[in-house]
């Protein structure tokens, strides 16, 4: 069973660019979740979807966004990008909800670097 | 509102002899508990999870946790540390009546010398 991808895995933008990560769960998951991993402040929840619905949302500004196709598909978009949004972007994937104690399962993650 | 602490932000072992890594939580609730590992520029990798069937849980790789809920504590341990296990480890607590459902800790790394 092929596990969670995420293209790409590099990226390098600019500042004020925008940037599209995508997240392609395991098969018969309904869940995707994303986190943003820095050294300095370390796994922060993003957001979760379930069956193409935002389901919960972390402490994150309104530049980040998401959204899930009806194949589970889920993309991560973040506009205006900042410096500070340079991190490793990981998605994870379960069958139900993952606040609810479904199991996740994490892709190998999307390193963004912004200059 | 649930929370996660992981109380040792770095572990150094020696081969052969045995980890511990401890974390505690607090919640409201009945929580689901789970332990992963991230070794470099990787994912998490899932190594156990208790979700109230059985306090003493078995994972992958020879890890073991065990769940008190007088202590509230859900520490990870392994009789015999091998050089892979060097890696980054995540402690992390699910509920559902939470605001924030699933709170991860700060992370313990762990290093292992020859």
């Known amino acids: 069973k092929a596990g969670v991808t995420q293209t790409p895995r590099y990226l390098i933008k600019t500042r004020g660019q925008q940037v599209t990560l995508s997240c392609s769960p395991i098969?018969?998951?309904?869940?995707v979740s994303w986190y943003q991993q820095t050294p300095g402040q370390g796994l922060q929840f993003l957001f979760e979807?379930?069956?193409?619905?935002?389901?919960n949302k972390g402490n994150f500004p309104g530049r980040f966004s998401g959204r899930q196709f009806s194949n589970s598909r889920s993309e991560m978009n973040v506009s205006t990008l900042e410096l500070g949004d340079s991190a490793l972007y990981l998605c994870?994937?379960?069958?139900?909800?993952?606040?609810?104690?479904?199991?996740?399962?994490f892709g190998p993650g999307t390193r963004l670097t912004v200059l | 509102a649930q929370s996660v602490t992981q109380l040792d932000s770095h572990v150094s072992v020696s081969e052969g002899t045995p980890v511990l890594l401890r974390c505690n939580y607090s919640?409201?609730?009945?929580?689901?508990l789970f332990w992963y590992v991230q070794h470099p520029n990787k994912g998490l990798q899932l190594l156990l999870k208790?979700?109230?069937?059985?306090?003493l849980v078995k994972g992958i790789n020879g890890f073991e946790a065990e769940f008190k809920k007088s202590e509230t504590s859900f520490h990870l341990t392994k009789p015999s540390a091998h050089m892979s296990d060097a890696a980054e480890y995540f402690c992390?607590?699910?509920?559902?009546?939470?605001?924030?459902?699933?709170?991860f800790g700060t992370g313990t790394r762990l290093l292992v010398s020859p």
């Open positions: 994870a994937s379960s069958r139900g909800l993952a606040g609810e104690g479904d199991t996740q399962y």
């Open positions: 098969s018969g998951h309904r869940s």
């Open positions: 979807y379930f069956s193409e619905t935002q389901r």
């Open positions: 919640s409201s609730y009945s929580p689901s």
């Open positions: 208790y979700t109230s069937a059985a306090t």
């Open positions: 992390v607590v699910s509920d559902p009546t939470g605001f924030q459902k699933l709170v």
